[in-house]
């Protein structure tokens, strides 16, 4: 199987060391075999046989798939496509087990299942067994992470089903005519995000349309390795979003909009799907950006102090940096401050704070650090996984009472007196 390596591509890296204060794991660990130049010569060794995929595991574990180093690199190595070879050769190599597969293959893109997962956080939320769980202290049979994360879950509420059911027009003459995409997970912790969403692009003049038959992204299932599942979902996504004639395909989700827009890439060797994969990706878009072209109508003075936490996947996969932090400072009185090395990932990153907890909490500590430098009233994030990574380590730091972390969507809507 290692002949399925991106071992061609390893050939781009120099090894110059630009990378190096770009990657998380190299600032937090120090070790180089956890850089990105490191690993794309373990990759390259695995490739040559000189050793074995178990060997380079541990070290491409721990990568968080930022992908920071593409956007410094100076020869435009394509790390990903380079960690994402690794984790296909991987995933054949060791079967994953039947749990996750389970998850990855039926329960992501299952919607009743999802539907059913949502009930049930809304219900251990709203019939207080969170508090007795924790009042008892329950949780502590729970492993740390979970634990942590627990106590930051947002509130659950349900996708507004009206608001979802058909076309939405706008009051006035459309500016554009968009297909929102809601994700999976998105959809079960964050739904009322999306509704804001529609709702935001609705009142800046947008038709917006929320197709039934989308799917989960895939991006999850390609981060395990299993990129036939993440063919399967990316297929049934540009099938679904083909019905109509949208100008945009818009999403909330930086971590999703990653995956969507390298449909292309991921479909480029199939001959009846390549064309149609191009044309997807091309039109899928953050909500920042559309947001960003028109001209949104706030009655609202916010009157606080602000910084940006940008995705990962947002900043170096769409390429988007701009259009978050222009709409923040086009919020009427709001102070916009800089975060000291706001680039450098959070720790995130899709479930690496799940599976790799205590790893993600040196890199979080490290930003937590920034943040105390500047102390703002609000963080705002663009990607759930951020969202929930930035509210446990304004909790972690006792920072909860005076700093609040917020989806940029949810400011934008405050802003416009949008509920």
């Not at 060794?45 to 180093?69: H, N, P, Q, Y």
């Not at 996947?313 to 102070?335: D, Y």
Request: charged share 25%; aromatic share 6%; net charge neutral.
């Amino acid at each position: 199987m290692t002949e399925h390596l991106a071992y061609k591509e390893t050939f781009d890296c120099v090894q110059c060391g630009y990378c190096l204060p770009a990657c998380p794991t190299y600032v937090s660990i120090g070790k180089e075999s956890h850089s990105p130049r490191g690993r794309i010569n373990l990759v390259q060794m695995a490739a040559e046989g000189k050793i074995s995929i178990e060997e380079i595991t541990d070290s491409m574990e721990l990568c968080l798939g930022c992908r920071a180093c593409e956007t410094v690199c100076p020869t435009n190595v394509q790390y990903g496509k380079i960690l994402e070879s690794y984790k296909e050769v991987k995933a054949e190599e060791e079967k994953p087990f039947i749990l996750n597969k389970l998850a990855m293959q039926k329960g992501l893109p299952n919607k009743k299942i999802l539907s059913v997962l949502t009930s049930s956080l809304k219900l251990y939320q709203n019939s207080g067994l969170n508090k007795a769980a924790r009042k008892t202290n329950l949780l502590g049979l729970l492993p740390d992470q979970l634990q942590a994360f627990e106590e930051i879950t947002p509130a659950i509420e349900k996708p507004d089903k009206k608001l979802r059911a058909a076309v939405q027009f706008p009051p006035s003459q459309t500016k554009a005519r968009i297909a929102f995409f809601t994700g999976c997970i998105m959809d079960v912790f964050f739904a009322k995000i999306n509704d804001l969403s529609i709702k935001l692009l609705q009142h800046a003049g947008c038709e917006v349309t929320v197709i039934k038959e989308q799917t989960c992204c895939g991006a999850l299932q390609n981060h395990d390795g299993d990129r036939s599942t993440s063919k399967k979902l990316a297929k049934e996504n540009i099938t679904a979003f083909e019905q109509g004639n949208y100008d945009y395909i818009v999403n909330s989700i930086g971590g999703c909009g990653a995956m969507l827009v390298e449909y292309d890439e991921l479909l480029k060797d199939e001959q009846k799907w390549a064309g149609r994969a191009k044309a997807f990706a091309e039109k899928n878009k953050d909500v920042s950006v559309i947001l960003n072209k028109l001209d949104i109508a706030f009655n609202k003075e916010m009157n606080i102090t602000a910084t940006y936490q940008p995705s990962c996947h947002l900043l170096n996969v769409q390429k988007v940096s701009e259009a978050p932090v222009q709409l923040l400072r086009s919020i009427p009185e709001i102070t916009y401050i800089p975060l000291p090395k706001g680039d450098m990932c959070c720790g995130s990153a899709g479930i690496y704070n799940v599976v790799h907890y205590h790893e993600s909490m040196d890199i979080l500590d490290s930003k937590m650090e920034n943040v105390k430098k500047i102390v703002p009233e609000m963080i705002v994030t663009s990607n759930p996984g951020c969202h929930l990574q930035m509210s446990l380590g304004v909790k972690r730091e006792g920072l909860a009472h005076k700093v609040k972390v917020v989806h940029i969507v949810e400011l934008l809507a405050e802003a416009c007196g949008i509920k």
